[in-house]
C-alpha cells in the first residue's frame, strides 16, 4: 500500500462513495454538498491547499483517502475515509499510520489529533485502536456533537 497525492481520476471514483448529504455530513461536516462533482469535491477539499493523500492498493485500486494540517502544534488528520468496498479489512489503521508518519515529518511534530462526531461509533473504535484518546478542546469545536481525540 502506498500513499499519493489525489488524482481527478481518484476523485472521481470518491464522489461515488457517498449514498446521500447525511453520509457526506458525518465524514466531512457541514461543508460540503450532495450530489458531489469532482470540481465542487476538489475545491471543497481545498486539494491543492491541505495535504491530500489517496491509499492505493498494490494493483492501484483506491483504497482510502485522508488529509493532515497543523493545528495546536500537532498533525491533525482529517476527512479520513476507507472504501466502503474495503471497509473491515484494517484499511483505517494502515492509513491513519501512514498518514501520521507523513505529517508528523513534514509537519515535525510527535502527536496527532483529529475530530470525529460523537455518533460515528465506529470511527471511534477504530481511533481508540490505533491510540486516539477523546480529550478537551482547547477552543470552540468546529461542528455540535464533535469529538476532539489526540495520539501522544
Avoid at 91 to 115: D, Q, R, Y
Wanted: aromatic share 10%; hydrophobic share 40%; net charge neutral.
Amino acid at each position: 500500500m502506498k500513499l499519493i497525492k489525489p488524482l481527478n481520476k481518484h476523485l472521481l471514483e470518491m464522489t461515488q462513495w457517498f449514498a446521500n448529504q447525511g453520509e457526506l455530513i458525518d465524514w466531512s461536516g457541514s461543508t460540503l454538498d450532495f450530489p458531489l462533482t469532482v470540481s465542487s469535491f476538489s475545491a471543497e477539499l481545498n486539494i491543492n491547499v491541505l495535504s491530500s493523500f489517496v491509499l492505493l492498493s498494490e494493483h492501484s485500486d483506491v483504497l482510502a483517502f485522508g488529509q493532515f494540517y497543523l493545528r495546536l502544534n500537532r498533525c491533525h488528520l482529517a476527512r479520513l475515509i476507507v472504501n466502503p468496498l474495503h471497509r473491515g479489512k484494517g484499511i483505517a489503521a494502515k492509513l491513519i499510520e501512514k498518514l501520521s508518519i507523513e505529517g508528523c515529518n513534514e509537519l515535525g511534530v510527535k502527536e496527532c489529533s483529529l475530530f470525529v462526531l460523537e455518533h460515528n461509533k465506529s470511527a471511534i473504535k477504530a481511533y481508540n485502536k490505533y491510540g486516539f484518546t477523546v480529550t478537551t478542546y482547547p477552543e470552540v469545536l468546529p461542528e455540535a456533537h464533535c469529538l476532539y481525540m489526540v495520539k501522544n
